[in-house]
Nanobody, 119 residues
Framework: QLQLVESGGSLVQPGGSLRLACVAS????????ISWYRQAPGKERERVAC????????EYADFVKDRFTISRDNAIATAYLEMKTLRPEDTAVYYC????????????WGQGTQVTVSS
């Protein structure tokens, strides 16, 4: 069964940090690009970060550059999103996705993990 399972979301204070994980199963993880998207209430989903299948190229949205870091461990079919200096506007459900040969379009979605930044 093809599956992406996100975890690590929680309530955190502004300025805090979180590490999200995305565990994949049922497909050849190392052959796919991985992206993290987020969706805040009442807003469109937006891509936050993307990493190539070979782990040698990353892309970030301007609003998370120098704060978030995407990484992956192909040996254990897991991707990560390290988030630092969190802001209230980072509050959203975060999803991981797969894609072929580039960051778009996303093919598979996980169920998401809630990140809430609030004091």
């Amino acid at each position: 069964q093809l599956q992406l399972v996100e975890s690590g979301g929680s309530l955190v204070q502004p300025g805090g940090s979180l590490r999200l994980a995305c565990v994949a199963s049922g497909f050849t993880f190392h052959a796919y690009y991985i992206s993290w998207y987020r969706q805040a209430p009442g807003k469109e989903r937006e891509r936050v970060a993307c990493i190539s299948s070979s782990n040698d190229d990353t892309e970030y949205a301007d609003f998370v550059k120098d704060r978030f870091t995407i990484s992956r461990d192909n040996a254990i079919a897991t991707a990560y999103l390290e988030m630092k200096t969190l802001r209230p506007e980072d509050t959203a459900v975060y999803y991981c996705t797969t894609s072929v040969a580039s960051c778009e379009p996303p093919l598979r979605w996980g169920q998401g993990t809630q990140v809430t930044v609030s004091s």
